[in-house]
């Protein structure tokens, strides 16, 4: 089965309103999903451990929750519109964030850490106009 959604799979489809990412997949790459400027809903993904750089940079989107991921890359989801994003659970620990993950993204982002705080993550997210929201894992 599908794993993982390859750097630049669906770079640019305007027309993508939305995305089911199956559970098995564990990788999302860079610009997998990048400019797609109608994107709103992404649902699944439970699997998605790596969110890649600018995977989801300059897209509408809206909400995602992806449970198990632990690591992700610079301009993940740079100047994103707004909504509700989760990345890790209680038990599963986000452990890796690059500082410029949110930058210019307006949503409320929720991480759990393995402290309940920034400090459990080298190097904190800056630049997000949301508002990032720390739970225990």
Do not use: M
């Amino acid at each position: 089965g599908v794993t993982s959604i390859n750097d630049r799979c669906f770079y640019n489809c305007k027309g993508l309103t939305s995305v089911h990412i199956p559970n098995a997949v564990t990788s999302l790459g860079n610009e997998a999903l990048s400019l797609c400027s109608s994107l709103e809903s992404v649902t699944g993904g439970l699997g998605v451990t790596y969110v890649g750089q600018k995977c989801f940079y300059f897209t509408p989107l809206r909400s995602i929750n992806l449970p198990k991921c632990t690591s992700l890359w610079i301009y993940s989801f740079q100047t994103n519109v707004g909504g509700t994003f989760v990345f890790g659970s209680v038990g599963n620990p986000v452990t890796d964030i690059h500082t410029q993950a949110f930058t210019n993204c307006y949503a409320t982002v929720t991480i759990y850490t393995s402290t309940g705080d920034e400090t459990a993550i080298p190097g904190s997210p800056y630049g997000c106009l949301g508002t990032i929201v720390y739970e225990q894992a």
